[in-house]
């Protein structure tokens, strides 16, 4: 794995000034060898000096600010610059820019099956930046179609680790636990894009729901678990009042009621929590009691 270096050139006034002092004393050469009729002279002293000016304003490079430049000699890494301004380097060395602003991954909806087999489209959103230039450059082919691929294999592998959704129990599912997916779909991203020198700040799902040929019973499906949830939680709620209220006539001794007016109390208290509707009074004239 190759290890970033951090160079600093000299500054681009000093080859400015280089070369523009080899192209002055080209032009001066060349005019004292046409002056003196001295070809000899213009071959031997005023064209070196032009080539020598030349090369010294081709390694002038300017680097941006939130830019790196990679500097490559004959197949040799030299190192990357990241400090912007105006620099001054070995004209033969290759510069190749890369951008370290923050950018974004918009991926493509893809259909991959959840934890159970579901089919479901899924899709996220990755923010990302190259932390290493050294690595972005000689470690991987194209480090943008790399993170291109890699992002698509974590959310595939993402999808099938977990159940799209969970109502039975509290585990974690890719619609109920929207955090928690976001941050181990980032944190695997930042293993895998580890090799190409990038760092991802933050990775989101943009897209998820079940595929159209079974949206339908899916639908149906959470209809029905959430009713089933709702109607729990209300009677959960209906015996906890139920008890509350025997307890506190018990406490308070307002009336006295046998089993079977308990039973009934109980029975009309559950209808009235737990039914659809408004509960209608009806008003009782006689007894319980036949006889």
């Known amino acids: 794995m190759t290890q970033e270096k951090d160079v600093t050139p000299l500054p681009g006034a000093m080859g400015l000034v280089v070369g523009l002092g080899f192209l002055i004393a080209a032009v001066h050469f060349f005019v004292q060898a046409i002056a003196r009729e001295a070809p000899l002279t213009l071959l031997t002293l005023a064209l070196p000096c032009l080539l020598l000016a030349v090369l010294s304003l081709v390694g002038l490079f300017t680097v941006q600010p939130n830019q790196g430049v990679v500097l490559i000699l004959f197949g040799s890494y030299v190192g990357s610059v990241k400090r912007s301004g105006w620099w001054w380097t070995n004209p033969f060395n290759i510069r190749k820019k890369i951008s370290l602003r923050a950018r974004n991954l918009n991926g493509q909806v893809i259909k991959v099956n959840d934890n159970h087999g579901n089919p479901v489209e899924i899709a996220a959103v990755v923010v990302w930046r190259v932390r290493d230039t050294a690595q972005a450059v000689f470690d991987v082919d194209d480090y943008e179609r790399y ?138 004239a006689g007894t319980l009691h036949t006889g």
């Open 147 to 284: 993170v291109n691929v890699q992002s698509e294999t974590a959310v595939r592998h993402l999808a099938s680790q977990y159940p799209y959704d969970e109502y039975e129990t509290d585990s974690i599912s890719l619609r109920g636990s929207t955090d928690k997916v976001s941050e181990f779909l980032r944190q695997e991203l930042t293993e895998r894009l580890k090799q190409a020198g990038v760092e991802v700040q933050e990775a989101r799902l943009s897209h998820l729901a079940y595929a159209p040929e079974i949206a339908a019973a899916m639908l149906q499906r959470q209809q029905a678990a959430a009713i089933i949830a709702a109607r729990q939680r209300i009677v959960d709620g209906a015996v906890g009042m139920v008890e509350m209220a025997l307890k506190r006539l018990n406490e308070s001794n307002v009336v006295d009621l046998d089993e079977e007016r308990k039973a009934a109390m109980v029975s009309n208290l559950l209808v009235v929590l737990c039914g659809d509707h408004a509960a209608t009074p009806v008003v009782n």
